[in-house]
């Protein structure tokens, strides 16, 4: 039996063993295992086994991530998200549709201080539920709104699953976050463009709150201004390249902590229980990294990476046609797999493929940086598609009384406001490209 064809079934194990719920850190770590073994025996594997974890782990660019994720934590409890939603109420909430609006600002505000889609979802879904129900916003409108809110969690940087895309790319963590910020500003634009049309379609879905008056308007935003201090100082340093992103990412965690405790938001068991989620939640990615990195090695090993993107590029494919191609692969994905998942199963199999074809000229770091841009953006869609969209079921869960047809019903024109935000930046590159070549 060939490599290749060892590395076909392998991928299919992978997804039989995932369909059966097997953990997918676990899934990969068999399913690459046994692949090596077949392809190279057991004494290689077991050699290389013996190195892949300090391999991994020592990569300096991945201490980011806990780090991330510990700004993240602190944020959510440290009152952070609840000042978000108040603000952004203010301004926005007098409108029809109003209070949903605020709470899809607010999540892309928390998203810039916390990297993750279920955290922004979580957190800014106990903020903003009661007050969506309190001014009788339909259960549809409410709950779809904070479940595509919270996928901004992830397009606005920074972004944990972008530190991870960049790693597997090699690519610069920097330009991967400048890369997003405008494709995640459109995301945001067209989540209020998608509420704004819900409730003239459905005028009774979403009721406009009492305006607010001027000298209130100002007092939240005193309240938030240090919130887009600490953005600022992460990403404006980023970017300004005065620190690398780990060094903001250590600055912003410790700006965030001093923020929440300035607030007494932060009592010293939140701190505790903020400290061992980060560590939980790291440890979870890291094991997954770890599977995907014995898993990529096999397929390397296999050759399979290579014979796929040789037949796709022999099969002499409009460049577009095969890009459509690994985008529909990625919803049919996203509706039974989690985002960071499917990126380290398939990154290693579609890249190849992507740079290998012609796409208006691009460079082949111009083409990966779009791509994994195009990519977050796709995998973040299955978080709100059934059966398995994570961030639904975070939403539903708190609103105990909506029936899941109803959030489904819900997140529909959100969906539709993704596929048409996707096809625009298949279109348009440039999107994504612009304020790299910029600030480069």
């Known amino acids: 039996m060939s490599g290749v064809t060892i590395g076909f079934l392998m991928g299919i194990l992978v997804l039989v063993l995932l369909m059966l719920r097997v953990h997918i850190a676990v899934s990969m770590l068999l399913a690459g295992g046994i692949g090596y073994a077949m392809v190279a025996g057991l004494e290689p594997l077991l050699n290389y086994a013996k190195t892949m974890a300090f391999a991994r782990y020592s990569v300096y660019d991945l201490s980011v991530v806990p780090l991330f994720l510990l700004m993240g934590n602190l944020a959510s409890r440290g009152g952070l998200s609840r000042r978000l939603f108040q603000a952004t109420n203010a301004f926005l909430g007098h409108y029809r549709g109003g209070v949903a609006m605020s709470a899809v600002g607010a999540c892309a505000g928390f998203g810039a201080i916390c990297g993750s889609s279920l955290a922004t979802a979580a957190t800014m879904g106990q903020v903003a539920l009661p007050e969506l129900r309190r001014y009788n916003y339909s259960p549809a409108l409410a709950t779809g709104a904070l479940a595509a809110g919270g996928t901004m969690g992830v397009l606005i940087p920074p972004s ?36 704004m049309v819900y409730v003239r379609v459905s005028p009774g879905s979403g009721p406009a709150a009492p305006r607010v008056s001027w000298p209130d308007r100002w007092r939240t935003l005193v309240e938030v201004w240090p919130i887009l201090a600490v953005f600022v100082t992460v990403i404006g340093g980023i970017y300004g390249g005065i620190f690398t992103p780990t060094e903001a990412a250590a600055i912003g965690t410790m700006a965030t902590g001093a923020l929440a405790l300035f607030m007494r938001e932060l009592t010293w068991k939140s701190f505790l229980q903020s400290a061992m989620d980060t560590a939980s939640a790291t440890a979870m990615i890291f094991l997954i990294l770890l599977g995907a990195d014995l898993l990529n090695a096999f397929f390397a090993l296999s050759q399979m990476p290579t014979a796929a993107a040789q037949w796709v590029l022999g099969a002499d494919l409009p460049p577009m ?67 398995v969209g994570m961030n639904l079921f975070i939403i539903n869960s708190m609103a105990k009384n909506v029936p899941m047809k109803e959030t489904y019903k819900g997140t529909l024109p959100f969906v539709l406001s993704d596929l048409v935000r996707t096809v625009l930046l298949m279109l348009v590159p440039g999107l994504s490209l612009w304020l790299v070549h910029m600030l480069n």
Request: charged share 5%; net charge negative.
């Open 160 to 195: 944990v699953v972008l530190v991870i895309y960049a790693v597997l790319a090699e690519q610069n963590v920097a330009s991967m976050f400048i890369a997003a910020m405008l494709p995640g500003l459109v995301a945001l634009a067209g989540y209020m463009i998608t509420i």
């Open 321 to 387: 046609l095969v890009l459509t191609g690994i985008v529909l692969i990625y919803l049919v994905l996203g509706c039974v797999m989690d985002s960071l998942s499917m990126l380290l199963l398939t990154i290693p199999i579609f890249l190849p493929i992507v740079l290998g074809l012609d796409f208006w000229g691009l460079d082949q770091t111009d083409k990966a940086i779009w791509f994994g841009v195009l990519a977050l953006m796709v995998v973040e869609i299955g978080l709100i598609t059934p059966p």
